[in-house]
Every structure is written in C-alpha cells, then in structure tokens.
C-alpha cells in the first residue's frame, strides 16, 4: 500500500488540527515549491511537528535567490533538528549546503528535476516517434548522469508528478519515488498574483506579503489548452492531474501518493483544488 500524503499551504493546522488520520492520511506536508513566505515559521516548526504526532512530516523548500538562500537553509536546519521526517528541495544552493550528513532525509523536487511541464500551448506529441515520446514524458528520468549527479549527493528521494501523455516509467534504480497524484505544475509565475493592486494598478513589494494566497486558497484561473483547469497556489501554476494515471501503471518504487485535493485546513473561505469545479477563492 502507498504511503498517502496531504500537501497543506498554512500553519493554521496549529489552531484548527489536522484531519482525522482515518481519512487515509499518512504522513503532512507543509511549505512551498515557488515561495519563501509560505515557509513555517522557525518558532512554529516545533508545534506543527507535535500537531502531526506520530504522523511523517515534511518541509517543502522553494527555489532561492540570493537574498532568501541563508533563511531557507535555517528554516530547513531547524527543522531536521526539531524531528521533522523530510526536507523537499527545490534550490541547488539549498541542496549543496544541506545533503552533507543530512541524505536520508532530502527528497529532490519537482523543480529541481526541471518538471515545468509547460503552458502546453505547444505540443509534438502527434509528430514524436516512441522513444522521443517517452523522453517528453520523463526526460530527467532519462538522463544517467543527473541522477548519477544526485545520488552522489547522497539523495535517496526524487518526487515526480503525471506528464499530460501518460508513457511507462523508466526504471530508476537507486531512488524511491514521491507521485503528485492530482496536478503537475505546470509553471512557476514571475510575479505573485495577490501582491497586485488592481485598485491602484501596482504592484506590492514581496517584503509586504500578507500570504493572501492562504486565505482565499488555489484559484481556478481558465481552462487550458487541452480543457484542464489551471490553478494558482502562490506562484505556483498547476494543472488537473487527476485523471491521467492508474495505479497500476505506477512501477513498485513509488512509495509516497502526495495529494492537494484536501480541503485546505482552517480557512472557511478556501476552496479545494480539485473540488466542485468552483474553485475560486472568495
């Protein structure tokens, strides 16, 4: 049986709990692909892990520019250190300071496996031949020397999500996989959305955010070009991932289903990402 693991955006599960284990959940996620401010909190590190109990908790860490890099290392050392299972990465900055004597519990990112899978306003499938289409689908997957790469820095873990044309896996030796079962990402945008004014047309500073995106929760933005839904979640840009899998084609190292659909805890006003079709955060 694969582990199931909830992806949750907020600390608000300090205050209002997590759901019922019975639900199916395994292990919690908290943090962020794309965003330095949808971090935990160092001082809340601590209480989220209590809150979790027995339960796996892991950090999801961004990716870093200069500025942000010694806070996420500290966010994600403080972490390990107060118990928590997992660190995600998402940086090579993070990851070069961070696997040294910390390997088993690094997990290499969607990111850092370059897993953007596109607006898909472009797509060869049609004109690519077998093999080229399996290299569409899993490319990274493909490439020897980047894993050689990743496993001499002592990562056991890669996490993956659906290509929009499902082709079998490619037999990674070596890795236990995580599968983002009910979206891909598709982009990360150069701008957060809710930093934006539409009342004075500007732009806020991000030193100002007010992690608004945790309150109104994923938006569904439109339909894209193959009649998915697109979502936002901070930067991040997602696409409904749900229906382009079976179990069953999933090879035995995939271990770890990680899912967004949960209702996103504590905000009454959230929406779930995969939910109703209604989407929008209020």
């Not at 160092?42 to 961004?62: E, F, H, N, W």
């Not at 382009?244 to 990402?273: H, Q, T, Y």
Request: net charge negative.
């Amino acid at each position: 049986m694969r582990a199931r693991y909830l992806y949750s955006p907020g600390e608000d599960v300090i205050k209002y709990g997590l759901p019922p284990q019975d639900g199916g959940w395994h292990g919690f996620r908290f943090g962020s692909e794309s965003c330095v401010h949808l971090l935990p909190s160092i001082p809340d590190l601590g209480r989220l892990r209590q809150s979790c109990g027995s339960s796996p908790c892991s950090l999801v860490t961004p990716v870093s520019g200069p500025s942000d890099l010694e806070m996420v290392l500290q966010t994600a050392r403080e972490a390990l250190s107060a118990d928590w299972d997992e660190v995600v990465v998402n940086d090579w900055g993070v990851l070069s300071e961070l696997s040294p004597g910390n390997g088993d519990a690094i997990t290499a990112g969607r990111l850092l496996l370059r897993l953007r899978r596109g607006p898909g306003t472009f797509d060869p499938w049609s004109s690519l031949d077998e093999d080229s289409r399996r290299y569409f689908a899993w490319g990274p997957l493909y490439d020897g020397s980047f894993l050689s790469f990743l496993m001499d820095m002592g990562v056991p873990r890669l996490e993956i999500d659906a290509p929009r044309h499902w082709m079998p896996l490619p037999e990674v030796k070596g890795f236990q996989l995580s599968f983002h079962a009910d979206s891909r990402l598709v982009s990360i945008a150069s701008r957060c959305p809710w930093l934006y004014s539409p009342a004075e047309d500007r732009w806020e500073q991000p030193a100002r955010c007010r992690r608004a995106c945790m309150v109104s929760g994923p938006v569904l933005m439109y339909a894209g070009p193959l009649g998915k839904p697109l979502m936002h979640r901070g930067r991040e840009i997602l696409e409904d991932a749900s229906g382009d899998w079976r179990e069953k084609d999933l090879p035995g190292n995939i271990d770890r289903l990680v899912f967004s659909s949960g209702p996103i805890i504590g905000m009454e006003s959230a929406k779930c990402l995969l939910g109703d079709g209604q989407g929008v955060g209020e």
